[in-house]
């Protein structure tokens, strides 16, 4: 597995923004599909966002399209997500994923977390209102 350290969290006013960062190691970074997830206080983890290997394509829940942006920096092995227009329901520790070839070719839909097979230790994010 690849080993994954987000950074990047805090506390912010509504309408703000934060850009979080995952760094990994361990593996070749280029192999994996990157994610983000995040989970509140007495809610399930949940998609946010995700990126292909080569960063040519995205996709992300509706909750956030046009509000978040993911990119990834193969030369890094880092994956961005930068956050915009943030609201109180934003509120959430995030979660970096990545992806194996072996998970993707399992056939999971990749908005389900069980699709994912390694996973950071997450960031805290906080919107205040």
């Known amino acids: 597995q690849v080993h994954l350290v987000e950074s990047g969290g805090g506390l912010v006013q509504t309408g703000g923004s934060l850009a979080l960062a995952c760094a990994a190691s361990?593996?070749?970074?280029?192999?994996?599909?990157m994610g983000w997830f995040r989970q509140a206080p007495g809610k399930e983890r949940e998609f946010v966002t995700a990126?292909?290997?080569?960063?040519?394509?995205?996709d992300s829940a509706d909750s956030v399209k046009g509000r978040f942006t993911i990119s990834r920096d193969n030369a890094k092995n880092t994956v961005y997500l930068q956050m915009n227009s943030l609201k109180p329901e934003d509120t959430a520790i995030y979660y970096c994923?990545?992806?194996?070839?072996?998970?993707?070719?399992?056939?999971?839909?990749?908005?389900?977390?069980?699709?994912?097979?390694?996973w950071g230790q997450g960031t805290q994010v906080t919107v205040s209102s």
């Open positions: 994923a990545a992806r194996s070839a072996a998970a993707r070719s399992g056939g999971g839909y990749y908005g389900s977390s069980l699709s994912w097979d390694s």
């Open positions: 990126i292909s290997r080569t960063g040519s394509t995205t």
């Open positions: 361990g593996r070749t970074f280029s192999d994996y599909s």
